[in-house]
């Protein structure tokens, strides 16, 4: 998707991934800044921005990290732009300190934050349920169940932050993000009604006696918002007869494919909320008057279950109400089988057993892998000869998490994003045994540089290995600070990696990764040594250098002697250009990357014949 996101008319309709949708959407509430930290499945809304970012009408940086994307756009709130700041869902945590008291503070010029939560843990370390942070930090929240939704509720959240000068949780979920569906463009305005800053210490200063009156004022603008969730035109009921069914989020598709399959549209109520927070608790209350029995359908946690539960109990209305159980599970995605299961035992029909996936047994498996020629394999098989068993290895976020499978299996422990240097070093000093924390450059900026302050002031004996591929490579290659390249060209203000290292009082030792003699060099001297050591094992991810053009034009590696010779290598680097063809082992010359690290390992491996 093009400047087209930007530039395309009213009314025209187009083929849009969730994520882009919210793009447009905020552009259609007139968003002037944006702020994030990449991390999936948020990542393509931050990613458009970037790319249509030269020359549009807003400012687009990504963060250092969540905490500080936050701050910077409450900056700018502040100041009287509307604004947007994207994160992934664990990513929430890390901004919860300003979170919980921006709404407080306000939001002037309006503030969007999307959280973008991962039901079934796709690509994240937990499944958390972030509408919980909404009602814990008092922010009204949306819940688009469609790529249409995600750019109308994208723009409404915005104008009704600026309207009640408060800070919105538009929170998606991963189906959602990565939805594809037809979405008819509403008009981006051409200017803005400006908001000037205003100097108010009590209204903007959070000390105890102003926070007092804040949370008062903020309860205040909590009952608007429910007022705008009765009147909302997110929130539908349809059907009729004594069985209803309220559902929100992604769930609502499911439910609604269930009904047509079924034959049972019409025949039962629907409640849908995609803005159920605050409650809308009128339209609630009137809903649940009408049925016997209702069931509420939400993925995760029982948010809305445990609200509506509490309103009939305040209402004293008789009804029965179903949630959580068998059918509608705490945990992971839904999908038609289990949300089917529901409806039919609250319509007391015959159910069959929920449907599993399964697989062939003898269906081949393809684990996720490191790319070939990706320079984390190379230093992971390096680490491991110096290493072995002997030590223990702290991860961390990134696409050097892979490092937890064969042949390296060189991850014990991982509790979150910057933590492998403070977990290491905690397990060091408990344990005495030698450890290895890895991290990435861009996890390193993002919350490692404390945990290495902390190792230094304490003298923790570990060896931080800052895996330097110089760019952000799991979530899409965006820029961290300290890479050199970006899709535009030079960065003009990277941050020095190794002056940053030496600044929290260590003298790095910065070796490529590719060069084995040199890094296993570098790991033995680390290895007779105690105390808080960094080596930076820095080149460039090869897909990356290739995006930025950068990449070294060299030949694929083949097999010049004996193929079974270089079984060991296959076996203990796992790259994945290495086949078998039948009973030989070979190197496919499409997917080999030319970084020829496995031809320092084996005599049997050559350099390919350049192309002339």
Known sequence: MGKELLTAPAGETQLLLGNEAIA???????????????????????????????????????????????????????????????????????????????????????????????????????????????????????????????????????????????????????????????????????????????????????????????????????????????????????????????????????????????????????????????????????????????????????VLETEVRALAQKRGIAVTIVGKGENLPRRGEYATPNVRAAVRAALGRQTDPVETLSVPADLPKRPPNLCAGCPHRAAYYAVRQVYSDEAVYSSDIGCYTLGFLPPFKAADFLLCMGSSISTGAGFARASGKPVVAFIGDSTFFHSGITGLIDAVAYNHDLLVVILDNRTTAMTGHQPNPGVDTTIFGENPNPVDLLALIRACGIEPVKVNPLNHKAMVAALENFAKQHGPRVLVAEYPCPIHARRVGKAKKTPPARVAGDPAACLAVRDNLACPAFAMEGEVFTINAEQCDGCMYCVQLSPDIKPGKKEA
């Open 24 to 302: 447009r959407g905020a552009l259609e509430g007139g968003v002037r800044f944006v702020t994030c930290y990449p991390g999936t499945p948020s990542s393509e809304v931050p990613d458009t921005f970037f790319r249509l970012s030269q020359g549009a009408p807003y400012y687009f940086e990504y963060s250092v990290n969540e905490k500080v994307a936050l701050e910077v756009a409450g900056g700018a709130t502040l100041a009287g732009l509307p604004t947007l700041v994207t994160m992934k869902h664990v990513g929430v945590n890390v901004a919860a300190d300003p979170l919980m008291t921006l709404a407080y503070v306000s939001a002037p010029g309006g503030l969007v934050l999307l959280s973008a939560d991962d039901p079934g843990c796709h690509s994240s370390q937990n499944e958390q349920d972030n509408r919980i942070y909404a009602r814990l930090g008092g922010l009204p929240c949306f819940e688009p169940a469609t790529a249409q939704e995600c750019k109308d509720m994208a723009r409404d959240a915005l104008l009704l932050s600026r309207t009640l000068e408060t800070p919105v949780m538009l929170r998606t979920t991963t189906r959602v993000n990565h939805v594809r569906g037809p979405v008819t463009l509403g008009a981006i305005p051409e200017t803005l009604e400006e908001k000037p800053f205003v100097k108010n210490p009590p209204k903007y200063v959070p000390l105890p006696a102003s926070a007092r009156n804040m949370h008062v004022r903020l309860l205040g603008v909590l009952e608007k918002a429910r007022q705008a969730a009765e009147d909302s035109p997110y929130n539908t009921e349809r059907g009729q007869g004594e069985v209803g069914f309220v559902a929100c989020g992604a769930a609502r598709n499911y439910l609604s494919d269930v009904l047509a399959d079924d034959g049972l549209e019409g025949q039962v109520r629907v409640l849908e909320l995609g803005q159920a927070y605050p409650l809308p608790e009128e339209r609630i209350a009137a809903f649940l008057a009408k049925c016997r029995t209702v069931v509420i359908v939400e993925e995760l946690e029982p």
